[in-house]
Each structure stands twice: as C-alpha cells, then as structure tokens.
C-alpha cells in the first residue's frame, strides 16, 4: 500500500463518516418532526367549531364565543365541550334545547340545582350569542329534548 493508496482511504473514511452524520442528523430532525406533529396536530384540532351542521351560524360569532368558552366554560364543560363537571355539549342528547334561543337561555338564566350558573349578569348579550353560536358548532343534535 502505498502513500496515494492511503491518502484515498482517509478521503473515503471521511467522506463516509460524514455521510453517516448526515444520515444520522437527517433521521433526527424525522424524529423532532414527527414528535412535534403528534403534539401539535391535536392541539390545532382540540375546540375546532364544526360549522358544516347546515345551522346557518355566524363563523365570526363562532370563534368569539370559543375565545370566551375557553376563559368561562372550559373548567367544568372542557376545552372541546366533551364535559368534565358540565354535560357534554358534542353530543347528541341536549338536556335544555338545542336552538339558539333556547341556548342562550340556559347561558343567561343557568340551570336552578345544577351547577350551571346564570352568566346573564356576568356576561353581556353579545357574548351570551357568541358562546351559544360556538356551543351550537359542537354538535348537531338529532331531536330536541328541550324543556316543554
């Protein structure tokens, strides 16, 4: 083996230990990526008003009503309205109606031996809309259960 021989080898052992750091340093960032997608996605989705439900609600009013959603309601209905303490406002069995009026009357008057208070004195009327319209996004029910 001689000295051109040699130098060749060291040129191709570097060439390939840098290969490999790119190879590695590649596979790294998938990873972060494909980490940070995973707790990312969610998030954006988490709260996300379904406004396909043919409801004709207002899409601003939507995402006003979500920002006070999340800073009233959020602790005993959840993020998403799925309920922690409060019923779960994304399914299909509303125990006070499911039209806006008779949303915003629950919103505003509460639920007397629940723990549901009236927001009416709190909150004023644009805001009682905006949270019933973003309520109402959450889900379609199928029938009204509201109260006769």
């Known amino acids: 083996m001689n000295f051109q021989d040699n130098r060749n080898v060291k040129k191709f052992q570097a060439v390939e230990a ?11 960032v998938y990873v972060v990526l494909a980490y940070l997608c995973g707790l990312v996605l969610p998030l954006c989705v988490v709260g996300m008003p379904r406004v396909s439900t043919g409801r004709g609600l207002d899409l601003s009013k939507v995402w006003e009503g979500r920002e006070i ?6 602790d005993c209905h959840g993020e998403d309205g799925s309920g922690v303490f409060g019923p779960d406002l994304t399914d299909q069995f509303w125990l006070h109606g499911y039209t806006k009026e008779e949303v915003q009357e629950t919103i505003t008057n509460g639920v007397p031996g629940t723990g549901m208070p009236p927001w009416g004195k709190t909150l004023n009327s644009q805001e009682i809309e905006s949270i019933s319209e973003f309520v109402l996004s959450l889900s379609e029910p199928s029938f009204s259960t509201s109260r006769a």
Request: charged fraction near 40%; aromatic fraction near 6%; include cysteine.
């Open 18 to 28: 840098e290969r490999k750091v790119r190879q590695r340093t590649r596979t790294i």
């Open 69 to 74: 959603f999340l800073k009233q309601c959020a």
